[in-house]
């Protein structure tokens, strides 16, 4: 990696533990929607991801988010997915992205279109999600398109990907075929239970993997036992120890500072698991409480790359 890559890029190379967090674009045609959250995480993350029409539904590109954020401050990283867009279109966006302040990548397959607000739509998948690293990286690392182009001033994005380290049953291979094809960081699934995700690591540092890719643990800043029970049973992955469910509604009126201080607990917790590089906090609109389990885990402010 080189410091010309980005912020987030510099920081990975020092072993600085990082945070990022995301800002959903709205279903606006309006941009400061998008600045405004940013401007309030100036400070608190190294990078914010940018979404790609989340649940399948249709939002202002991830495109123009990325400008928006790039202007308040913050570096973007340009989630997208291979779910909507041929090669053509997936090309244009790699390089329209890094014209307009993106400096990392997050490739996914996309939800299935049945669950958003365009059950009707044609699903592309012109490329699967790792043919969709596999181009970013040719374009990276070889300056040409999938065609054989040549590519001036080529963009040079951190390359990253998901993964669900609670799946039932967990597949490393799929992670590896990922990290083949070019991807060097892991953003996963929102984790509570970080005795799975120590037994997870495990499994992955025998395998080699945090010797080829750094890793964020994915968390959301709990609020009350109704939330924490939701993601467990909706969310594919996601598990929320009993403990935590029954303290949030023990809580009362209090089940927002409990759930927070929990959260600043698991942060503190995967800080120590071997090959985590750091957390994506999710603020699920509630940027809020972002700030706050950044504050309570000690990682404000945050460093300078």
């Known amino acids: ?26 279903r606006s045609a309006s941009g400061e ?25 249709a939002h202002m590109s991830p495109l123009a988010g990325a400008r928006f954020v790039a202007a308040a ?5 340009m989630q997208i997915t291979a779910r909507d867009r041929n090669r053509l279109a997936l090309t244009a966006d790699l390089l329209g992205g890094w014209a307009l302040g993106a400096r ?28 969709l690293v596999a181009l970013a990286r040719r374009l ?11 590519v001036t001033d080529p963009p040079a994005y951190t390359i990253g990907v998901a993964d669900v ?8 291979a799929r992670l590896e075929a990922k ?23 495990d499994l992955l540092e025998a395998r080699g993997v945090f010797e080829r890719a750094k890793v964020l643990v994915g968390l959301v800043p709990l609020r009350s036992a109704a939330q924490a029970s939701f993601m467990a049973d ?6 929320v120890p009993d403990r935590f469910v029954e303290a949030l509604r023990n809580a009362g009126e209090d089940a927002e500072r409990v759930g927070t201080q929990l959260t600043v607990e698991v942060v503190n917790a995967v800080r120590h698991l071997p090959g985590v590089t750091g957390v994506h906090l999710m603020g699920m609109g509630r940027d809020d409480l972002v700030r706050t389990v950044v504050e309570g885990a000690d990682l404000f402010p945050r460093p300078t790359a």
């Open 1 to 26: 990696m080189s410091a010309g890559r980005g912020r987030l890029a510099a920081l990975l190379e020092t072993g600085e533990f990082i945070v990022t967090s995301e800002v959903v674009p709205p």
């Open 33 to 57: 929607i998008v600045a405004e959250r940013a401007r309030g995480l100036v400070g608190y993350v190294d990078a914010v991801n940018v979404t790609d029409n989340p649940t399948a539904s």
């Open 73 to 77: 401050g913050l570096e973007p990283t």
């Open 104 to 131: 990392n990548l997050m490739c996914l397959s996309g939800d299935p279109l049945h669950i958003g607000d365009h059950p009707d739509a044609v699903k592309v998948d012109d490329l699967t999600v790792n043919e």
């Open 140 to 150: 990276r690392d070889e300056g040409t398109t999938l065609a054989g182009a040549e």
């Open 165 to 172: 380290p609670l799946a039932d049953p967990y597949d490393p």
């Open 179 to 201: 990290l083949d094809a070019g991807a060097e960081l892991i953003w996963t699934q929102i984790g509570y239970d970080v005795e799975a995700l120590a037994a997870w690591a």
């Open 234 to 239: 909706k969310l594919p992955g996601v598990r």
